[in-house]
């Protein structure tokens, strides 16, 4: 997302939990011409979201699009009954109370930017789509903490209706990554991201809306 981002001419903050590999990918990216910065940012430490929430209100005031990607998938458990406590509050510190921290501080700039936040999904958030395909993972510690993201979503969204600004969700659609252990058969990686880039910069109103790669999809 953050090299596509860049290939339209964006100015991009790639935040990373590690600054190894947050580093390198700055390098990389910039090296090709892209104007790419990075901030360091543990989704699961309320500090350093807090220190990256500091520098971005700082050092980026006019912050435009703000894209929550980092996820947890808890156990990715197969059934209710398999599903631990543990893995359940895995999956929620980062899928939701992370990103929700990170949401509420950030908030106020795309607010008064009449920017956009873009919170990632997936297709088993959607409680239609839990109980009517024919067919799905019935993942409850990861689709639960992403259902609760959903929420947030559209909590956000009521807020900026009368505004410039917007929040929405996106689902890539089962996409291969470390995440699922890079099981076979998903979208690639740069599919995936293009399918969320094309929604956050495509210059439409889709506040308060979930959608997929075909368009809005049922909550």
Request: no cysteine; glycine share 8%; hydrophobic share 40%.
């Amino acid at each position: 997302m953050v090299k596509q981002l860049g290939e339209a001419g964006w100015k991009v903050i790639l935040g990373a939990r590690s600054a190894e590999r947050g580093e390198a990918a700055v390098s990389e990216l910039t090296s090709q011409g892209m104007d790419v910065d990075f901030v360091q940012i543990d989704m699961e430490d309320l500090k350093s979201i807090e220190q990256a929430a500091n520098t971005i209100t700082k050092n980026y005031p006019d912050l435009k699009l703000l894209i929550n990607n980092a996820g947890m998938p808890g156990a990715f458990s197969r059934s209710f009954m398999d599903t631990k406590e543990e893995d359940l509050r895995n999956a929620f510190e980062v899928n939701f109370f992370g990103t929700f921290r990170l949401n509420q501080r950030l908030f106020p700039l795309i607010k008064n930017n009449e920017g956009t936040g873009v919170n990632v999904s997936t297709d088993m958030a959607s409680l239609d789509h839990m109980q009517n395909a024919e067919s799905t993972i019935n993942a409850f510690d990861y689709n639960s903490s992403k259902t609760a993201n959903n929420a947030m979503t559209l909590s956000m969204a009521y807020e900026v209706r009368n505004s410039g600004a917007q929040v929405f969700a996106v689902t890539p659609g089962f996409t291969t990554t470390d995440l699922n252990g890079n099981a076979a058969g998903g979208k690639s990686k740069e599919a995936a991201a293009a399918i969320i880039v094309g929604y956050a910069i495509d210059g439409k109103r889709h506040n308060g809306e979930f959608l997929d790669e075909k368009g809005v999809y049922a909550w």
